[in-house]
C-alpha cells in the first residue's frame, strides 16, 4: 500500500493531464522550476527550502515525466512540452514567473522566453545549451537503445558519468542508481521515457535566441561532461545580456549537487536582476 499522497492534476485544453505542485505564499513572486529529462519534481527537493521563503514555487512533471500523463504517440518534442507548459500557466494562473530549469528544463525555458516576450520575469538555466548537435544526439540514441534493450539500470549506467561532477557521482553512486530506477521504471511504461529521449532529437533554437528579452543566468559545471561549458556559452552569447557563471567542481545537475550553492547563485541574480529594473514612476 502506498503512502504516497495522490497526485494534483492539472487538465490541460489538449486534455493532456499534467502532475503539479506549488509551495510558498500567495502574494509572493512565482518561481517556476522546470525538470531535467528522466526525471520529476523530487529533483528539486534540496533546494525547496531555501527558495519557498521568497517564491511561490511551482514544480511540475512534464509529459512522460514522473506522476502526469504519458501519450502513446511520440517521440515528445521540446516545443510541445514547451506548450504544455505554457498552458499549465494559464490554467493555474500564473503570470510574470520567474524560471530556472536544468538540461532539457532549460531547453523548455528558451522556448518559452523565445515565444512569449515579456512574459517572464527572468530564467535562471543550468547545463542550457542552444541545440543538440551531432555528438549529443548520438549519446541521446545510446542512451534510448540501453533503454529499451537493457531497461533503466542499463540506461542509467550509460548515462551516469555525464550527469554528475567525479566526487558527488563516486560518494552517492548507488543511491542515485536506485533513484533513477525509480523515477524511470517503477509502474512507468516504457514509452514515456523512450519518447522523452528522441524528442530531443533535431531541436535547435539558435536562430530565435535573439528574441529573449528577460534577463538571464546561465550556469554550467566546469565538470559537466554532457553539456560542457564551451556549449553553454554559447546559450549565454546568443542571449541579449545574458550573464554565464561556470561552477567549480559541478557536473551537470547543479541543484542536486549542491542545493545551497545553487540556491545563492539563484537568489543573487533574482536580487541583481530587481536592483538592475528600471523604478516605476
Known amino acids: 500500500m502506498s503512502l504516497r499522497p495522490p497526485p494534483t492534476l492539472a487538465t490541460l485544453p489538449s486534455g493532456l493531464k499534467l502532475h503539479y505542485r506549488v509551495q510558498g505564499d500567495a502574494g509572493k513572486p512565482w518561481l517556476v522550476l522546470l525538470n531535467g529529462l528522466l526525471s520529476d519534481t523530487t529533483m528539486w527537493a534540496g533546494v525547496l527550502p531555501g527558495l519557498t521563503p521568497r517564491f511561490r514555487v511551482l514544480t511540475f512533471d512534464s509529459r512522460g515525466q514522473g506522476r502526469s500523463e504519458a501519450p502513446e504517440a511520440g517521440p515528445y518534442l ?3 512540452l514547451a506548450e504544455d507548459a505554457w498552458e499549465l500557466f494559464q490554467v493555474l494562473g500564473i503570470q510574470r514567473p520567474w524560471l530556472a530549469g536544468l538540461s532539457n528544463g ?3 525555458s528558451l522556448e518559452l522566453l523565445s515565444a512569449h516576450p ?3 520575469a527572468g530564467a535562471i538555466l543550468t547545463s542550457s545549451v542552444p541545440r543538440i548537435d551531432f555528438a549529443m544526439a548520438r549519446k541521446a540514441e545510446h542512451w ?3 533503454m529499451e534493450v537493457g531497461g533503466p539500470l542499463m540506461q542509467f549506467d550509460a548515462v551516469a558519468p555525464f550527469l554528475w561532477g567525479d566526487r558527488f557521482l563516486e560518494a552517492r553512486h548507488g543511491v542515485l542508481r536506485a533513484y533513477h530506477q525509480v523515477v524511470t521504471g517503477e509502474g512507468r511504461a516504457p514509452h514515456g521515457n523512450l519518447h522523452q529521449i528522441r ?5 535547435d533554437l539558435r536562430s530565435r535566441l535573439g528574441a529573449i528579452c528577460a534577463p538571464v543566468l546561465v550556469l554550467s559545471g566546469a565538470e559537466d561532461l554532457l553539456t560542457p561549458p564551451w556549449k553553454c556559452l554559447e546559450t549565454a552569447q546568443l542571449i541579449p545580456g545574458a550573464r554565464f557563471e561556470l561552477v567549480p567542481g559541478i557536473g551537470h545537475s547543479y541543484p542536486v549537487e549542491d542545493p545551497k550553492g545553487y540556491v545563492a547563485r539563484l537568489l543573487g541574480f533574482v536580487d541583481s536582476a530587481a536592483g538592475a529594473a528600471p523604478q516605476s514612476s
Do not use: N
Open 199 to 203: 524528442g530531443v532529437l533535431g531541436w
Open 78 to 80: 521540446t516545443r510541445d
Open 144 to 146: 534510448a537503445h540501453c
Open 106 to 108: 532549460s531547453a523548455l
Open 118 to 120: 515579456g512574459a517572464f
